[in-house]
């Protein structure tokens, strides 16, 4: 028996919001990922544990989820300060802390920087060095409405920012996707580079991107986002393309010395995705089939 019209019109506007959630995710370089586990429930003294203030719970990545202002002399009826709490698009940035004492920061614009950090347990405090910089900055822990890990930096009694964890620590954390030495691509030469120059530059992005799928099956997520990696890969279920040259991100044309020179890369890519032998996997995993097929790629322009 066929359901009502009314069923079938519900149905179908259903399957059309899903579909254009679905198409906005990848525009902005989210793709889910299927066969993923639920995360597993911690009890109350794990939960308490990862919210100490100590450095080893500032590990892994964190998102910038918002800047929270208070308006000096500006008071509510109630005698408290007027706070403003900015969830805009415009604060998209993550920022990555590793054992070794580095972090890393990375901005859908094109942002990149790295530095030192150390943490002060007494005084719960961050001291972030970069460009030859220190700055102290308050710290709290704690935990946000969807369950993940909070962070907020106080830099002054006006001033806060709010960070969300946004993958936590490997056990390798060199293997980490925005571990410096993965990101070497994204910073602009200051002088034109040859052949071989440009070929280590994509080769760093694409061992970057590789990374990005590889730590996403440890952490076991539900979804893999290039929206902080923006580049000519475009991966698909199962499989591995280069996006239109009308496409190129202008994040990823800037990373390179000219834009000629960030055509030559993209010839490179495009040229051995046609020419190079290439394995197939059909593990019925599309996120572990395409890290492999893209460290294929790696390795065998490696050898050219």
Same mark, same amino acid.
Request: net charge positive.
């Given at each position: 028996?066929?359901?009502?019209?009314?069923?079938?019109?519900?149905? +179908?506007?259903?399957?059309?919001?899903?579909?254009?959630?679905?198409?906005?995710?990848?525009?902005?370089?989210?793709?889910?990922?299927?066969?993923?586990?639920?995360?597993?429930?911690? $009890?109350?003294?794990?939960?308490?544990?990862?919210?100490?203030?100590?450095?080893?719970?500032?590990?892994?990545?964190?998102?910038?989820?918002?800047?929270?202002?208070?308006?000096?002399?500006?008071?509510?009826?109630?005698?408290?300060?007027?706070?403003?709490?900015?969830? +805009?698009?415009?604060?998209?940035?993550?920022?990555?802390?590793?054992?070794? +004492?580095?972090?890393?920061?990375?901005?859908?614009?094109?942002?990149?920087?790295?530095?030192? =950090?150390?943490? /002060?347990?007494?005084?719960?405090?961050?001291?972030?060095?970069?460009?030859?910089?220190?700055?102290?900055?308050?710290?709290?822990?704690?935990?946000?409405?969807?369950?993940?890990?909070?962070?907020?930096?106080?830099?002054?009694?006006?001033? +806060?920012?709010?960070?969300?964890?946004?993958? %936590?620590?490997?056990?390798?954390?060199?293997?980490?996707?925005?571990?410096?030495?993965?990101?070497?691509?994204?910073?602009? #030469?200051?002088?034109?580079? $040859?052949?071989?120059?440009?070929?280590?530059?994509?080769? $760093?992005?694409?061992?970057?991107?590789?990374?990005?799928?590889?730590?996403?099956?440890?952490?076991?997520? /539900?979804?893999?986002?290039?929206?902080?990696?923006?580049?000519?890969?475009?991966?698909? $279920?199962?499989?591995?393309?280069?996006?239109?040259?009308?496409?190129?991100?202008?994040?990823?044309?800037?990373?390179?010395?000219? #834009?000629?020179?960030?055509?030559?890369?993209?010839?490179?890519?495009?040229?051995?995705?046609?020419?190079?032998?290439?394995?197939?996997?059909?593990?019925?995993? =599309?996120?572990?089939?395409? %890290?492999?097929?893209?460290?294929?790629?790696?390795?065998?322009?490696?050898?050219?």
């Amino acid at each position: 028996m066929l359901p009502p019209i009314n069923s079938l019109a519900m149905t +179908s506007f259903k399957l059309l919001i899903i579909f254009i959630m679905i198409t906005m995710m990848q525009h902005h370089g989210i793709i889910y990922r299927t066969g993923t586990k639920r995360p597993r429930l911690l $009890n109350r003294q794990t939960k308490e544990e990862r919210i100490r203030p100590i450095p080893a719970n500032m590990l892994g990545t964190w998102r910038i989820s918002g800047v929270s202002t208070t308006q000096q002399g500006v008071i509510r009826p109630d005698g408290q300060p007027v706070t403003q709490y900015d969830q +805009s698009e415009k604060h998209n940035m993550l920022i990555s802390f590793f054992p070794d +004492s580095t972090f890393t920061r990375v901005g859908t614009e094109g942002e990149y920087a790295t530095g030192k =950090w150390d943490f /002060d347990s007494t005084a719960r405090t961050i001291f972030l060095t970069s460009n030859r910089k220190t700055e102290e900055i308050g710290v709290f822990f704690s935990y946000a409405d969807n369950g993940m890990r909070l962070i907020n930096f106080e830099f002054s009694p006006t001033e +806060s920012v709010s960070l969300t964890e946004y993958g %936590h620590k490997l056990l390798r954390f060199q293997d980490d996707p925005y571990f410096e030495k993965n990101n070497w691509w994204r910073i602009k #030469p200051e002088r034109s580079e $040859n052949d071989v120059q440009i070929r280590a530059r994509l080769l $760093n992005y694409l061992a970057h991107t590789a990374s990005i799928l590889s730590s996403a099956q440890i952490r076991e997520q /539900d979804y893999i986002s290039m929206e902080f990696s923006q580049g000519i890969v475009r991966l698909y $279920n199962v499989g591995v393309g280069v996006v239109k040259k009308d496409k190129i991100p202008a994040t990823w044309i800037s990373s390179f010395y000219s #834009p000629k020179e960030a055509h030559k890369a993209y010839d490179m890519f495009e040229d051995y995705l046609f020419t190079g032998k290439h394995k197939k996997y059909q593990s019925g995993n =599309w996120v572990r089939d395409d %890290h492999h097929i893209l460290v294929d790629i790696h390795n065998g322009m490696r050898k050219k």
